[in-house]
């Protein structure tokens, strides 16, 4: 028998078969229907590992806004998602949430129909775009939803008891976004905190080919602290936030934070007790303590602010951190 010769037509259809082929699959990638396992690429030709969302194991199991399975509806404008979810979240705040955002009321809100609209909302965010997000978006957008997922963690699988229980609670219960699964810890520390180590951690939370990482803000922002709630009695007040109002928000939860307890001066002990928040992220805050405690400072009340930089300049000031309360802000 003799060999089939593939005429040079043939063969160059075939090339444009291949290439077109090739060409609708980038798109599918880009639309995050499915992905590079390494996420070496967004989609080649050749023998290449690739996964649709639906096999993905980690999205599968521990991603909490997939209750129907991956959505195949194209996905709305990221910033219409962001304002749908901030309207809902404002609105149970302002039901369930004290006045100084310091005590909530978990169970009403897990039987509101307003949690119930956020999750099914939380649906839409699986295969959206958020390479384009501004700075002022991206801060908005991953505190708000860090504060919800915190709720929506808590109401479902309960509050962390222990270290390892908390510790799963950060890293375990996840969101697909984009095509990516994001844990609380990612968003803080992978995202709003510019992919720096977790406290306590080697490793930061995305390595180079982590497609997470082109989401990530370009450096830390240290008043994200003062914002992320993950329903602690130590952490900060619980509020929403706004893209065109982001800085000036977050100025005020730094207020609040530190004048409410975060920084308390005894002058005549010269002793400063200070939130363990801004010992666990100090990094953020500056390169010494000394640098920490003088950001700290900013956001007291001006008289207050400057007898304790007075004191921090002249005396052998006595800097304690507080204990930390792990308790539910209930």
């Not at 967004?42 to 999205?59: A, C, K, M, S, T």
Request: proline fraction near 6%; glycine fraction near 6%; charge should be neutral.
């Amino acid at each position: 028998m003799f060999p089939t010769v593939l005429s040079p037509s043939l063969t160059f259809s075939g090339y444009i078969l291949s290439m077109q082929a090739v060409e609708f699959g980038r798109k599918l990638a880009s639309k995050h229907f499915f992905r590079h396992v390494l996420d070496e690429n967004d989609f080649e030709d050749g023998n290449q590992p690739y996964r649709f969302l639906d096999h993905d194991p980690v999205i599968m199991t521990q991603c909490y806004n997939i209750p129907r399975g991956i959505i195949d509806v194209a996905p709305k404008p990221m910033a219409e998602i962001a304002s749908r979810l901030r309207k809902l979240s404002c609105a149970i705040f302002e039901a369930y949430v004290s006045e100084d955002g310091r005590h909530v009321d978990y169970r009403s809100i897990q039987g509101c129909e307003e949690f119930k609209r956020y999750i099914r909302t939380t649906e839409e965010l699986q295969r959206v775009e958020t390479s384009d997000l501004s700075r002022e978006e991206k801060l908005a957008f991953f505190i708000n939803l860090y504060n919800m997922m915190a709720i929506h963690a808590l109401v479902t699988c309960g509050h962390p008891a222990g270290p390892l229980d908390r510790k799963k609670f950060f890293g375990d219960f996840k969101y697909v976004i984009g095509g990516c699964a994001y844990s609380l810890s990612a968003i803080e520390n992978g995202i709003l905190r510019g992919n720096q180590r977790p406290p306590y951690n080697l490793v930061k939370p995305f390595g180079q080919k982590d497609q997470r990482s082109k989401v990530a803000l370009s450096y830390p922002e240290p008043l994200v602290h003062f914002a992320l709630v993950c329903g602690t009695k130590s952490g900060p007040a619980l509020r929403c936030y706004s893209p065109g109002n982001i800085d000036k928000e977050l100025m005020e939860a730094a207020r609040d934070f530190v004048r409410n307890g975060g920084l308390i001066v005894d002058p005549e002990a010269k002793v400063a007790s200070v939130s363990k928040i801004l010992r666990w992220y100090n990094t953020d805050f500056g390169k010494n303590e000394t640098e920490v405690l003088k950001h700290a400072a900013n956001y007291l009340e001006p008289a207050a602010s400057e007898q304790f930089l007075e004191l921090l300049a002249n005396t052998q000031l006595k800097v304690s951190y507080q204990p930390y309360d792990w308790s539910l802000n209930i």
